[in-house]
């Protein structure tokens, strides 16, 4: 039978806001081939709302009575819906998923990211949004991300049949881009535009390492307030340094081996390669010292120029120039 929905829960870090902005951008396309990306409190182009409200949050969800919009959003028996939000995976309950998209009408979509690459980018993204000061090497042995723990919880609840694992790895997809793979998984959409590249640069080099000490001096509400993490995601934008990947050693490396050891094991028995963890990651050093002073006044005189929301707190920091 084929499946009414077509939940794709994940993982972050794996392409998933291109592949939302894709679908939110080609409803035409998505109608002739039956299928139905529904415009229900979509965020950021995602069903993150929806999400939310299955998990329980209490100030995040959607008002009472969204159940029964949502059965009307969906109700045409002459459409497919695909719905899709990273935070499926690790934040609802499968259980409480289940209650709106029934076992046996769905079909889930899932996407792993090599272990080291995963940690790195979500590692950047929490210093970007939290207050978080650990290091790389102490934040992996704080929050060791075992996929088969969660992905045993969705098992339970839809059975592995109606799970499909897939790789984060270019050399999976079709002409190396994960959107033309999850078309596929649709059985294929003619018609599709592809949106222009997401422009949301990951945090590097001395930027990331400053937001890391400015950490030290702010609260959880304080750091986690708009725009601060938009802030210094346009910071990224300043000079290469500030972006892309930063260095990893073999230390690292071997650390996120040994951990995620029984992990890779688990995924691997059951068809998944996610490719080898790297000796090392070249990228930006964290903090490369040769440029430290001179970036931080970089960073401070663009934030005085432009007023930016975190400067009562920089001033904070004995460092911080002027």
Not at 30 to 44: E, V
Not at 102 to 115: C, D, F, Q, S, W
Not at 134 to 146: E, H, K, V
Request: hydrophobic fraction near 40%.
């Amino acid at each position: 039978m084929t499946a009414r929905f077509l939940l794709h829960i994940g993982a972050n870090k794996t392409g998933t806001s291109s592949i939302q902005r894709m679908l939110a951008l080609n409803a035409d396309a998505l109608s002739r081939a039956g299928w139905s990306y529904p415009d229900f409190h979509l965020s950021h182009c995602a069903h993150h709302k929806l999400a939310y409200a299955l998990a329980g949050h209490p100030s995040r969800g959607l008002e009472p009575g969204w159940r029964g919009a949502f059965a009307q959003v969906t109700a045409d028996p002459a459409k497919r819906y695909v719905i899709s939000s990273e935070l499926f995976f690790r934040n609802v309950p499968p259980q409480a998923a289940a209650t709106l998209f029934p076992p046996g009408e769905t079909r889930i979509v899932l996407y792993l990211r090599e272990h080291l690459s995963y940690l790195a980018s979500w590692y950047a993204q929490a210093v970007q949004e939290r207050n978080l000061t650990a290091s790389f090497d102490d934040y992996i042995r704080l929050f060791p991300q075992a996929f088969e723990t969660f992905l045993k919880r969705w098992e339970a609840v839809y059975g592995a049949d109606r799970i499909t694992l897939r790789p984060f790895r270019r050399d999976a997809f079709p002409g190396g881009d994960i959107r033309a793979d999850v078309l596929a998984q649709m059985g294929g959409v003619d018609g599709i535009t592809m949106p222009a590249a997401d422009s949301n640069l990951t945090i590097s080099g001395n930027l990331l390492f400053f937001k890391r000490m400015l950490n030290h001096v702010m609260s959880y509400e304080e750091a986690h307030a708009h725009p601060i993490p938009d802030e210094f995601g346009a910071y990224a934008e300043l000079t290469e340094s500030f972006r892309g990947r930063f260095e990893t050693g073999p230390d690292t490396a071997a650390l996120v081996s040994h951990l995620f050891a029984r992990d890779r094991a688990a995924l691997a028995d059951r068809g998944l390669d996610l490719g080898p963890v790297p000796d090392r990651v070249a990228g930006q050093p964290c903090p490369d010292l040769d440029t430290l002073q001179s970036d931080i006044d970089l960073i401070a005189r663009v934030a005085h120029e432009t007023g930016k929301a975190f400067l009562p707190y920089a001033r904070r920091l004995p460092v911080w120039p002027g």
